[in-house]
């Protein structure tokens, strides 16, 4: 399944990083632990990924 995802808010809460958004039309919550965060930044911050932040938008 392949839904738009919007993070709203993210927090520390009780060593968990808790996102909270939207997912679709629903409303949705995301903890991660300390060793997911790292996994995910390790994936966010590979070059590939990381030109997409800096990559201009056709006007």
């Known amino acids: 399944m392949k839904l738009d995802v919007?993070?709203?808010d993210a927090a520390a809460n009780q060593g968990l990083l808790k996102l909270t958004g939207v997912a679709g039309i629903l409303p949705c919550e995301v903890t991660l632990t300390p060793a997911?965060?790292?996994r995910l930044l390790l994936r966010?911050?590979?070059p590939g990924t990381l030109a997409?932040?800096?990559r201009r938008n056709p006007s």
């Open 52 to 54: 997409l932040l800096f």
């Open 36 to 38: 997911e965060l790292r």
């Open 6 to 8: 919007r993070i709203d």
């Open 44 to 46: 966010v911050l590979r």
